[in-house]
């Protein structure tokens, strides 16, 4: 009989919820895309760091942090609105250039698991840097973004979310454009295939790492922004990371387009387990629903969403 | 130096050295197959020898050896072995080819240890001059030899191979392997277990131990009959002047046809029980020895220099502190460390800074080198240079120089610890008696001068009076302390036409003491002057060429820059200047040389197999460019036959530049003073 | 260059063929009749690509069997379907009388089938000693228990499988980098130290995919020599892909000629070179 | 230069085969050996057991067990510190269920269930490697953390949440609990780390270790060789998770007494992945040597400005800290990146050829 139950509680009822309650369930899948979207944005850095270096690029969460921290720190100061983004992007190239010089450039040829462990490294460095100069206390970002709710169909949505969403869409668009119209971005993908191509095309590898970082390090500013302005600036955003890694096994290290599919997977289907089947288990279930999720979608497809299939040979 | 050159005038009353009486025979043990079962009884499972096989050192214990010995004994005999059979055996030092000498030793045949980097067509002499009806060999590589001159020896009748490998499909009935013969041994034994017993008490000290083939210089080689009387006694003399135990550890790495060989790895083992290893292969002899580290050692004098000149490139790319700590230190060991071995008084402070010394360098390097535990360390065979001997005897390894031949079953004079005199050869060893002839001739008598020359003896007569004095052939004399001191062949010591004495070795050694000259070859006897032609060290000039910027592609090419000659030739002045000072030989200084456009070679007789240079034949082989030599021409042209490693003969031709060299008259040798 | 002077001449002296020289030794007749691998109708593509159709030849026991053709005739291929790594679509393999449908890998070894690779596959981090005994792996049995105490059974298990590959070590002769890690070593030994390790196996069947590209010389007259010794001393069935032909005509008993994936030809040496397909296959338009 | 390896030769495989072939490394280690067991404990004061070698011995069992796994086996795993919590969790269901139990067999059976819980978390390298590997262990670090904190009976529903270490006894001696000394705490933790270390070092020269060296250079050779794969990685897996749930078990109850999830987060998986990168990749020394480098870095920074008679405030110093920590690390990956066992080893390797440079 309790078995019987159990199987309603988990198979049956949170799917008559849904459709009972089909504006909650459409409102809990716009949360979830609007979270997924923030996911993809970090994802994002990482994927393009990944694609151009072979570096796995565990700082992006400390990037997002000290690039947000930057920020608020700049306009703390009295720097107008406009003037602190253009700082902050300043910084984060100055970022980029200090990360090529004092630790790519020694690390060439090395195995990817040696480059992995520096950028940990370089995630304490960062995050002891960015507190140091701009102190640990938690800060409120406000550049001014509005965030009144208003309903649409009996949807309530927030302008905050939408704008976040918009910023996402266009920060994706001016990548591709970015990646597939200057040389340097040709580089970049030409980079990704084949390092000695990239050679041949004429772009040194150090500008090559010094551009994608520094684009990494203003994608990390965008989402930082949009983290900091939800939630404020602090030392939790960079674990945002941490959630950005499902995306990317689900959507593939190298794929631009898997990230921001992953990360719409992994942040509804986060959303909803969360709010369906996390009371029988005592909730919280965010923290590790999207890596199982991600995982269980390995199994039946190693490669990711957009890899492509491996063909082993010997 | 001179005396015993100066025409007979010194002494008709032959200087003659002290003389130490030696051991007699124990009776009981007067064989080496007897003196194994002693050893197989007494010391049973201590190691009696090792083998570095299969990435570990397999080892026998006297007893194992002794049953060995018993197996392969029987299975010859199976064979048809009978008492007074030559059976050649051939190959790399490994355990079971010493255990055949010992075998064959048992069944009271004859023993012939040939060299194994022989080409078939030097085995004929020795194969047929023996009448050797037995061949144990090592491997598929001396099969094929035998079997490529198997036509021409009806006599010979079959071989045993040690290592089946590449030999399966070899259908020749008269080929057997060890590891059959062995079985077939211990099947017989089990049968006739008396046989084996018997065969070795037939032995008695007078038997023919071994029969040893002189490579010679000249001519065809001879075989030296050995007893075993002759081997036991010479090999317990010197063991018990140096202290030998069961204890001692060694390495048989040189050639077993060699006298050498045969007396200290095997007669002086079976004498006193001590360990002998063999190494794995010829390319890890150094390996071996660093893991091994033997305490008795031996080893010629090229292989000591080459061991330094490798110390020194090592260190050259040393840090600078690290170059700088080892010269220091090494000047501490010259200072002090030979007075150290010799037990003299030094000074408290040279010895703490050579105690220094010994945790920071000498230890280390002795270590590397595999020669820390060394007790006892001969060298012989030639001459050694003063630097080369010093240096080992500094760092603390008891390097001793001796005097020896095939036909004193080795050993004539050694050098007695703590009497160590670097230009000198010892005194006689025990039981040996030592005097030099009229005519400068080095004569000794001892208990281990051989039998005979075999089927020879016209030789034999002209080499040992009938009462049992040897002719050494050399010219040699003996100093107050009663140490020997070899000059020359006393054949080549010849004249310059002006009658100035011309020691062609004396003045070759001198000269190849410089690190940059692998070997020499001086002419002058009835000409106006001494010249030299000059092989130089690839290695050593190689690496001095590379610091200083010059390229070669080849020996040939780099033999030829005039900058190595300029090298050579002040190396050559400096060794004019320094001969200018002795009386005698102040004539000989060199007036021209030049540098040979390859290097000597035995594959070529050019060198013997134990790399001694053959005078005539490269006096023959090159005529042209000693007439250049002797004529005005600044070069010459040259064209040489060559075999390659592959086997493969052709031909080199070179023009050669020839120099004069700056000589020292006796006038400037006294301005300069 | 220092006490290895005196005895270098013995490796320098000339190793005289065994049948040089008018030595008596008469050549076995080489009979080979019991099929051990029977390919038939074996077709493989990936994808639109075709690698193999309908290749169908067998290897008999105790032969050097070779497989050549020009570049992409699908001969690596081959030996990839043989040892169990790819999965012809069509065709069936009989392997010492059993057919075989799927089969991993790691069966495939544990049948008997051992191979080298024309990209040196060695476990660079490991010494060549430790390479060697991974091809015995297979063979040893101790579990957990007794490995982790390293003691009786586990001990006396590693110290027999340690002197079957000192035996190997010794036939290959590379004594001397016994305990060199094998990323290190020159691309000749490389090759020498991965048939170790096939070898260490006891195949019955050994795959060599091209054992002597890149050598010299000298490394290729070694390399054949320890192929033919492998072939004699243990009666290893031997199939190999190289591209060398005057060796390929030397060592093998019998050829098979691949060609755009398809067999050409199949016979003895002197056959196959006679074949007017195989020398338009190799004189013909080349591709690739 | 200290070496004299000359005349140490083998007659047997056995000698050639054993762990320490040179004499005089026999003789260190006997030596450190006895140092630890005999002398330290006597000579060692409170702060320095507590805050230095007891973390320091713990650290490196967990990070041998990872290294097992990274090292040797070449698997990436990133959930280190879940397996440790699964270790110290069981510990205490076992030892407060069974009180009788012998707290080391409480250790080892913890242990073995830490174990299984690995190998379902290396199921997934059957079809995936590297990164992405590593972060799917990703998700073990935060499953199983959640597990330990939503649900109640596995710290017997106690308000705190926390799990205690209860006082438990071995041959008379309280070993846990808070009645245990220092001292008996660190000699049954050297005792356990010492056993462990030596099984370690005899599954990684045996086939087990050959095998998983096998895959970890070229998985395709292995299989071909006759290695299976799927099976040597989850054996690996399984080892290592036991090796990090006996850590964890001893984490808890050798050194802090008491934790909450807190104590096993995604920062301890980390810290024990730089013990076995800088210590060295497969290198159980180095296991040892990275451990005490991560243990000893944070503590030399803290202390160091004091010798100098610095003084700095508290979150200042905290935040210098960690861009030292991190700085060290990027440094240190340039400088050595195979590790201090790699330095040790060319150490070693210039002294055994001391004087020649090589």
Known sequence: MEFISFLNLVFVAPFVDMVSFPIFFAEVVIAGVLTGIMYSLVALGFVLIFKASGVFNFAQGAMVLFAALTLVGLMELGVPVLAALLGAVAVMTVLAFAVERFMLRHLINQDDIILFMATIGLTFLIQGFGEMVWGSNVKALDIGIPSESFEVGGILLNEFDLFAAGSGAVLVAVLAVFFHYTRIGRALRAVADDHQAAMAVGIPLKTIWVTVWSVAGFVGLVAGIMWGAKSGVQFSLSLIALKALPVLILGGFTSVPGAIVGGLIIGVGEKIAEIYWGPLVGGAIENWFAYMLALVFLLFRPQGLFGERIIERV | MNEGQGAGVAATAATSAPFRPGASV?????????????NAAVRGTRSAMREKDYGIWQSWTWAEVAAEVRAIACGLSVLGLRRGDAVAIIGDNRPRLYWTIAAVQSLGGIPVPMYQDAVADEMKFVLDHAGVRFAVVENQEQVDKLLQVWEDFPQLELVVYDQPRGLRHYRQDFLHDMANVLAAGQKFDSENPSFYDDEVAMGVAGDTAIMLYTSGTTGQPKGVVLTHENIYLTAINAAQQEGLTERDESLAYLPLAWVGDHIFSYAQSYVTGFC?????????????LRELGPSY????????????????????????????MFSYFMGVARRAGANILDREPVGVVDRLLYWLGGVFVYGPLKNTLGLSRVRICYTAGEAIGPDLFVFYRSIGINMKQ????TEASVFITIQPDGEIKPDTVGTPAPGVELKVADDGEVMFRSPGVFKEYFKNPEATAETKTPDGWVHTGDAGLIDEDGHLKIIDRLKDVGRLVDGTLFAPKYIENKLKFFSHIKEVVAFGNQQKFCTVIVNIDLEAVGNWAERGGITYSSYQELAARPQVYDLIQEEIEQMNSELAKEQNLAGSQIHRFLLLHKELDPDDGELTRTRKVRRNFVAEKYSTVIEALYGTADHCQITTEVTFEDGRKGTISADLAIRDVRTVTAGEQLAAE | MTVTEVSAETAAQPNAEPEGDGAPTAAPERVFDEVLLEISGVSLSFGGVVALSDVSFDICKGEIRAIIGPNGAGKSSMLNVINGFYHPQQGTITYKGNVRKKMRPHRAAAEGIARTFQNIALFRGMSTLDNIMTGRLLKMRRGLLWQALYWGPARDEEIVHREFAEHIIDFLEIEAIRKTVVGQLPYGLQKRVELGRALAAEPELLLLDEPMAGMNVEEKEDMSRFIIDVNDEFGTTIALIEHDMSIVMDLSDRVVVLDY??????GTPDQVRANPAVIEAYLGVGHG | MLYRETGQFKISYAADQSVFPIAQDRWFIAAALAFAFLVVPWIANEYMLQAVLIPLLIFSMAAIGLNLLVGYAGQLSLGTGGFMAVGAYMTYKLTTAFPDLNIIVAFLLAGLVAAGVGLVFGIPSLRIKGFYLAVATLASQFFLLWLFNKVAWFY????????????????????????????????????????????AKNLVRGRIGRSWMAVRDMDIAAEIIGIRPFQTKLMAFAISSFYCGVAGAM???????????????????????FMVIIGGLGSILGSFLGAAFIVGLPIFLTNAPQWFGAAMPIDLQKHIEIMLFGSMIIFFLIVEPHGLARLWQITKQKLRLWPFPY
């Open chain 2, 26 to 38: 124990d009776l009981e043990f007067d064989t080496f197959p007897k003196l194994l079962k002693r």
């Open chain 2, 276 to 288: 002998v290893s063999c190494p794995e292969s010829s390319d890890t002899v150094l390996t071996d």
């Open chain 2, 297 to 324: 050692f031996f080893a010629p004098p090229p292989i000591f220099e080459n061991i330094l000149t490798t110390v020194m490139i090592r260190m050259e790319d040393a840090s600078a502190l690290k170059r700088k």
């Open chain 2, 402 to 405: 001796l005097y020896g031949s």
């Open chain 3, 261 to 266: 994936g398809r067999k050409i030809a199949d």
């Open chain 4, 156 to 199: 017997n529903y106690n308000s705190s949440g926390t799990i205690t270490a209860p006082p438990r006894e071995m041959f008379g001696v309280v070993v846990t609990g808070p009645t245990a000394t220092a001292e008996v705490r660190y000699t049954v933790a050297l005792s356990i780390v010492v056993v462990f270390a030596i099984i």
């Open chain 4, 251 to 273: 984490l808890v109850f050798l050194w802090l007494g008491s934790a909450e999830t807190e104590a096993f987060s995604i920062n301890e998986s980390f810290n024990v992945l």
